[in-house]
């Protein structure tokens, strides 16, 4: 007497079938979910620079035969860069480059204070330095 | 009829199999805020804190509450803008997480993880506030301009 098998292989595509959505959903769950931000910078183009390897017109930031340099700027507050050769070690900056700021002789100071008093100078009119050894000294717009 | 009810059975196990399953899809994982360093001066770096509201980058989770989670990001190493790279660097410490109702961004629950490893916790009621700080390092001579990366979070069930 041969046996209907219908009902045992209707069974297993069910079977199958419901493991099949099991294997799905445990797919899903294991590739997780995820979310894309943006990181976002904006570099500033500097509006000036006082060069020690030019000789010329202070008024543009360009330091003279004197070694002094000034620069005029009605804006608002500022912040400088200085680089001193090709040194870019600010440590050694700090500790070996101390400049001169101000037209008449302020005391030396190291170059990250320089750069703090300049990003506090609100609004500075004239900024003078005065450079002890062959620097750059690039002016930009603060944020503030 | 026996076959039935063997059947029966079997598809009442599979529900129950897959109720619990099927309340792990409602994971979420948004973001809610990108993380910006602003202005920056060629030459000079510049750390975005993880602790810093509106610029340290902030997401959410949410999902089952007593479910563990794995959480990994996708760090990127430059900031491009139009073919020029920008050094970025993310440290051991700089991400936060915090998971009360008023997640606190200054002094959050969990403080120093680590974004370049997996993390792994286990979601409250409240979901998950997760903020990450970074450092981005322009050369001397950074040609201007507005850099971007993107960053990617993934959030996982891990079943436990």
């Known amino acids: 007497m041969k046996q209907d098998t219908t009902p045992i292989i209707g069974h297993w595509i069910k079977t199958l079938w419901a493991l099949s959505a099991i294997m799905f959903i445990m797919v899903s769950i294991t590739a997780g979910e995820s979310a894309t931000i943006r990181v976002t910078a904006t570099v500033v183009s500097p ?31 500022v912040i400088c860069q200085i680089d001193v050769g090709n040194f870019d070690s600010k440590e050694f900056l700090l500790d070996k480059y101390p400049l001169d700021i101000g037209t008449d002789a302020a005391s030396l100071m190291p170059l990250d204070s320089i750069r703090n008093q300049i990003e506090m100078n609100a609004n500075p009119e004239a900024l003078s330095f005065r450079n002890h050894q062959p620097v750059i000294i690039t002016f930009f717009y603060s944020e503030n | 009829m026996e076959m039935k009810t063997k059947s029966m059975a079997l598809y009442f196990i599979i529900i129950l199999v897959l109720i619990p399953f099927d309340s792990c899809l409602c994971q979420n994982a948004n973001a809610t805020h990108d993380l910006a360093f602003g202005d920056m001066f060629p030459g000079i770096p510049k750390t975005i804190l993880k602790n810093s509201p509106g610029a340290a980058a902030e ?42 109702a008023t997640p606190n961004q200054a002094s959050p629950g969990y403080d120093n993880l680590d974004p370049w490893h997996t993390i792994t916790y286990r979601l409250g009621f409240n979901g998950l506030t997760i903020w990450l700080g970074g450092k981005a390092i322009p050369k001397l001579r950074q040609p201007q301009g507005a850099y971007s990366a993107t960053i990617v979070i993934t959030v996982a069930y891990t079943g436990n």
Do not use: H, R
């Open chain 2, 59 to 100: 997401f959410t989770v949410t999902g089952t509450a007593g479910a563990e989670i794995t959480i990994d990001f996708t760090l990127p190493t430059y900031m491009n803008a139009g073919g020029f790279n920008m050094q970025m660097v993310f440290s051991e410490s700089d991400c936060a997480m915090d998971s009360s």
């Open chain 1, 47 to 77: 509006f000036g620079y006082c060069d020690s390897g030019k000789t010329g017109n202070p008024d543009q930031g360009e330091i003279g035969a004197d070694n002094k340099a000034v620069f005029l700027s009605n804006n608002s507050a």
